[in-house]
């Protein structure tokens, strides 16, 4: 047995070993699941409207109820979810292929006038947060799902040009680089060699985050009207929905929040659950 | 010591231009034409003509920006389309809401994400810290808008012990008005009350794991003189970056906020002119909130070089 | 009363044995040298004395301060005890004070908690410690921040705190090596006054024989959480009981075989000319550009085949710049870089990359010189970057199987990752990766440093027998004069970015003449003067 995989194998183990991850896992990926399921398959048309069964509380038929339309709300979530982690992950991806290039060039050239640009271009886009983003898009382009991936993507460059940045930098006053420059190595090759696959997990741990940080982000703009559009059900509007019925119909309101709650939550944990199993420190101390 | 805060003035002043410039392009030069942008397509030609003339349209570009920014100075944002009122008299209106809401917010959050912090840092594995960090995972996935329903669900609409929503004004007292702002302010605060307490821990964890640490108490210091005497400062200057943060998302949560308890504060205020396309009062809104969050990380810079004295070397 | 007893210690922390049958006693007024080397547990001898163990440590037997056993103290009595009976000095002094408080305060701290007079009584006694270390009024006020002070002015302010209430024991763990040696001279200097004055008892960790040898009154030998060998300091040297301590002390003043010395050759291997290094400062401010910092002063030497040479010098004093210069890491500001005769770099022009191939570098840092993701073998080949066809196949397996041999190790480790190492394995993979091409010229900086004596000396032997066999040069960069003084036939010494002094190493080491060089001299703490001196 080759060392590699007795590393993965005992990487798997440890995983399998810490609870917050295992369940963070879970539930991410029940949510996951259910967008892709739903491609294929949901209980009802979550866009057919049917009066006549409008503000059904749950039912073995309807298992989360119905809206005050009548569609169904399992159905509408399971779409929902689709939109929303499709959202996150192409915003989240933006801010990753843009942002860790970026971060890395910076680092490369550190002290330089690119350096500063790039790093007095990152606290710019710090002073937009997504929402005023996505205002200033919406305002001039009109609403709509492709809005919200930009607002929340242009937000998180910065993110991660920071992240990998920072940690580049510090890598690059180690031995080891200084070892690859006297084996006559650039700055692109040595980023590319020894820089990134050294910020990897840190990065995913970001990306982890950021992702339901995204999540959040792509249901308040959905919730205000910047978001995905009707007939398209999405779980931030469907909150805007429910608020005027709150009163009538909690389970309107109920369902769709225990959604984000539940996935963000998983997210997090997931997150939180991969940074102690990269961190060697942490894992010793286990 | 003067030589960091010339140095913090003038990136101050940069980014100001810079995101003067970005909202300018976006929102005058990326529409084409914002006169007809507003008025649609059916536009009266006569409206469209005199539009333009308010806007300065027929005036090359640098000079339009440079009139814009020169009445902005002056706090003259230019007069709403749709309100046909000057758009500072809306939002000097407005601002009355939603800053104090930003600011309870920052407050609460603060007040509970520091004892609950440090208690979690200090008894590190306890009972204490379990349950803290659990809370504190769960309120960061808690979407504040739909907390901020529930707490009316609850609060308002089960035990009436808070109206649902609307604001009296500060005309009537300042019990009522703060009373209104109340469950906003708890929506907001604690989501962020969770990151900021999350980031406390970890940045007193990482304090008292230092060297000096070991000092102090080879020095006779008890634990928790330790801590207090000598980790507490040091943990604060990380989680300052953390509250200057915060007071941008607060900011613009907050306009998310107003929409769920009809507070007429910024955020109705911006919506209302997004559906009416009214660009003037868009840009003064967007502008004046970029403004707020970076002149409060001016301010958390000027917090920095106070809490740590290694920033104001150039002293002598 | 003896200011220290300790008897039968035992220490496991998370059920791991730490310490064993530790028997230690000092009496006021007196040295006691620990000397271990890492893992031996002498700092957790020092922690168990604190009481400022690491969570889940558990230990017995007895430890008495000043004639009181520490097993019947509370947590609050030994927080009354730690700072008043027992000061502590640390081995970091960069980290080891708080950074946003000033040093009066932090003085004045140990007294305040323990005596409850003003704030004012007790900067007044802050200011007489600082005065007593060495830290005058007129140029330490006591508003100044640990941030305004130099290294050794550091380690001089914790010593400050440590003695503020003149308790009886004193503890210093590696109190000097993270200074220069002159800086630890004067350090050194200092605690043996306050013990010979105030009547404390000393108890000084270190894993430098040398640094105890002409101090401690008694020694104690330290190995894998057992004391070895205890008792007076001469008597411990001169009938070196023990097997381990012998083999400590050979490794100390370990001097590797060299062949014959190398013979001048019309071309130097390497031929550094009148070299130049600024580097751009900060501003001073906004408007106030500051004039750029000339880290290399004009430096001028060369190198023949075969030949070591020893660079000298004490922290910022220029010779790391003058390494990175040489390896063609950074641009010259002016001078030229010649290897074999053909110019590397000279000012304004980067490095040639075929000529790069000539010279390797080993550095001091065994866990941050290689990337703990790429396995060995991929370690060891990345100089093959720099040749135009390299090696493939079988050919590569070759080379690389050579590599690791010449230093000691085999071709199976090739697929090994770095962690599965120690540290002394890891420098032979450094120097595995530098002889792969096959360079004439090794720089090695502060290349020993890192490691135990005994791994040293094993490396030590290894550089000389490769040197020999290969006819290789070495750049010896290191602070240790003792080092240098063993492996090099030539030694040059810089102060401030300039060549001070250079000389044939045993005549300038036996009759230095520059100034600093004396002052360097005098300041390396020596074994064999310290016992050749006669007995007090």
């Known amino acids: 047995m080759s060392i590699a995989t007795r590393a993965e194998r005992s990487f798997l183990r440890m995983a399998l070993g810490h609870p917050a991850f295992v369940i963070g896992c879970a539930l991410s990926s029940f949510f996951i699941a259910l967008a892709l399921i739903s491609f294929v398959w949901t209980p009802f048309d979550p866009t057919k409207l049917s009066i006549p069964t409008k503000l059904q509380t749950p039912s073995l038929s309807h298992w989360f109820g119905t809206d005050h339309f009548g569609r169904d709300m399992f159905s509408m979530i399971m779409v929902g979810a689709r939109v929303s982690i499709a959202v996150a992950f192409v915003a989240v991806g933006i801010g990753m292929l843009l942002g860790v290039p970026l971060g890395l060039y910076a680092a490369a050239r550190r002290g330089s006038f690119i350096d500063e640009l790039i790093m007095r271009g990152n606290d710019l886009v710090f002073a937009f947060p997504s929402l005023l983003l996505a205002i200033m898009i919406t305002a001039v382009f009109g609403p709509g799902a492709i809005n919200a991936i930009i607002a929340i993507g242009i937000f998180n460059i910065p993110v991660f040009a920071r992240l990998s940045r920072g940690a580049a930098l510090s890598l690059w006053t180690r031995d080891f680089i200084l070892a690859a420059r006297v084996a006559g190595k650039g700055a692109v090759r040595i980023s590319a060699e020894h820089i990134l696959p050294n910020i990897a997990n840190l990065l995913i741990v970001q990306g982890t985050i950021q992702f339901s940080l995204a999540i959040l982000a792509e249901a308040a703009l959905a919730y205000v009207g910047l978001g995905a559009q009707p007939p398209l059900p999405s779980w931030g509007r469907m909150l805007a929905d429910a608020q005027t019925l709150i009163s009538l119909a909690p389970q309107m309101a109920l369902f769709p929040g225990f959604a984000i709650i539940i996935t963000v939550l998983g997210l997090n944990l997931m997150g939180d659950g991969l940074r102690d199993l990269f961190d060697p420190k942490l894992r010793r101390e286990r | ?316 | 009363m003896s200011a220290l007893s300790i008897s039968n210690l035992k220490l496991d922390i998370h059920g791991h044995t730490v310490l064993h049958d530790i028997d230690l006693t000092l009496d006021p007024g007196k040295i006691l040298g620990v000397v271990g080397e890492s893992g031996s547990g002498k700092s957790m001898t020092a922690l168990s004395v604190m009481q400022l163990l690491p969570r889940g440590s558990n230990w017995s037997g007895e430890i008495r301060v000043g004639g009181v056993s520490l097993s019947g103290l509370d947590e609050k009595a030994l927080c009354q005890m730690r700072g008043r009976d027992v000061g502590m000095i640390f081995q970091e002094p960069m980290t080891a004070l708080n950074p946003v408080h000033t040093i009066g305060d932090q003085v004045a701290e140990t007294v305040r908690v323990h005596t409850g007079v003003s704030r004012r009584e007790a900067l007044a006694v802050a200011r007489d410690m600082l005065n007593r270390v060495g830290l005058p009024e007129d140029r330490f006020p006591l508003d100044r921040y640990p941030h305004d002070l130099s290294g050794g002015q550091r380690q001089r302010v914790v010593i400050a705190q440590a003695i503020a209430l003149r308790p009886k024991l004193l503890i210093a763990d590696e109190p000097t090596t993270a200074l220069d040696v002159t800086t630890q001279a004067q350090i050194l200097d200092l605690l043996t006054g306050l013990v010979r004055e105030e009547d404390m008892g000393l108890m000084l960790i270190t894993h430098d024989l040398a640094v105890v040898a002409g101090l401690a009154d008694t020694i104690a030998i330290m190995k894998q959480g057992e004391v070895v060998e205890a008792g007076p300091t001469r008597e411990i040297f001169r009938e070196m009981r023990h097997p381990y301590t012998r083999a400590l002390f050979s490794a100390s003043a370990h001097v590797p075989d060299r062949g014959r010395k190398p013979e001048p050759s019309a071309v130097p291997v390497l031929s550094v000319d009148n070299v130049v290094r600024d580097y751009q400062q900060p501003r001073r401010n906004l408007f106030v550009k500051r004039p750029p910092f000339r880290a290399v002063d004009r430096v001028g030497f060369e190198i023949h085949h075969g030949e070591n040479v020893g660079l000298v010098g004490e922290s910022g004093c220029g010779k790391s710049t003058l390494a990175r210069a040489i390896l063609a890491l950074d641009a010259l500001q002016g001078g030229e870089i010649r290897l074999n005769g053909h110019v590397v770099s000279s000012a304004g022009e980067g490095p040639h990359p075929e000529l790069r191939a000539r010279m390797q570098v080993v550095f001091q840092d065994p866990y941050g010189s290689f990337n703990p993701r790429h396995r060995v073998r991929r370690l060891v080949t990345e100089p093959f970057h720099l040749i135009k066809s390299p090696p493939t196949g079988k050919e590569l397996d070759r080379r690389i199987d050579r590599a690791l041999t010449e230093v000691g190790l085999s071709f199976s480790d090739a697929d090994k990752y770095i962690h599965e190492f120690s540290g002394g394995q890891r420098q032979r993979i450094a120097i595995a990766r530098a002889l792969i091409i096959e360079p004439a010229l090794i720089v090695l900086d502060e290349a020993v440093s890192a490691l135990d004596v005994s791994i040293r000396a094993q490396i030590l032997d290894l550089l000389a027998e490769l040197s020999d066999r290969l006819d290789l040069s070495y750049l010896f960069i290191s602070h240790d004069l003792s080092v240098v003084r063993a492996i090099t036939d030539r030694v040059l010494v810089m102060k401030d970015g300039r060549i001070v002094e250079e000389g044939e190493t045993e005549n300038l080491f036996r009759n230095p003449q520059h100034p600093y060089t004396q002052a360097l001299v005098a300041a390396t703490p020596s074994l064999q003067a310290a016992l050749a001196a006669p007995a007090e």
């Open chain 2, 1 to 316: 010591m003067t030589a960091y805060l010339l140095r913090r003035f003038l990136s101050l002043s940069l980014s100001l231009v810079a995101a003067s410039l970005v909202i300018f392009l976006v929102m005058e030069v990326v529409p084409g034409d914002p006169a007809s942008f507003m008025l649609g397509i059916n536009a009266d030609p006569g409206a469209l003509a005199a539009l333009r003339l308010q806007m300065g349209l027929d005036e090359p570009l640098p000079l339009r920006y440079i009139t814009w920014v020169a009445g902005l100075l002056q706090g003259d944002f230019g007069v709403s389309y749709t309100y046909r009122v000057p758009v500072s008299e809306l939002i000097s209106e407005r601002v009355m809401i939603s800053l104090p809401l930003t600011l309870y917010a920052l407050a609460l959050s603060t007040l509970i994400a520091f004892p609950a912090g440090i208690i979690a840092a200090a008894r590190r594995n306890s009972a204490a810290d379990l349950s803290v960090m659990g809370a504190t995972q769960l309120g960061v996935a808690i979407p504040n808008f739909w907390f901020a329903m529930i707490l009316v669900l609850i609060f308002a609409i089960n035990l009436r012990w808070f109206s649902a929503g609307g604001f009296p004004g500060w005309d009537a007292g300042f019990g009522p008005a703060l009373k209104a702002l109340t469950l906003p302010a708890i929506a907001l605060a604690l989501p962020q009350a969770s990151i900021l307490a999350r980031v406390m821990r970890s940045s007193l964890i990482d304090t008292l794991d230092e060297d000096f640490m070991r000092t102090a108490r080879a020095k006779g210091l008890s634990r928790s003189q330790a801590l207090w005497r000598h980790a507490l400062r040091n943990a604060l200057i990380p989680v300052l970056t953390i509250i200057g943060l915060q007071f941008s998302f607060l900011l613009a949560g907050g306009i998310i906020i107003e929409n769920v308890f009809y507070l007429p504060g910024l955020g109705r205020l911006v919506f209302q002119a997004i559906t009416q396309r009214d660009l003037i009062v868009v840009r003064s809104v967007v502008i004046l909130l970029v403004f707020a969050v970076i002149v409060v990380t001016f301010l958390v810079d000027l917090a920095y070089a106070a809490a740590d004295p290694r920033l104001r070397r150039q002293r002598r």
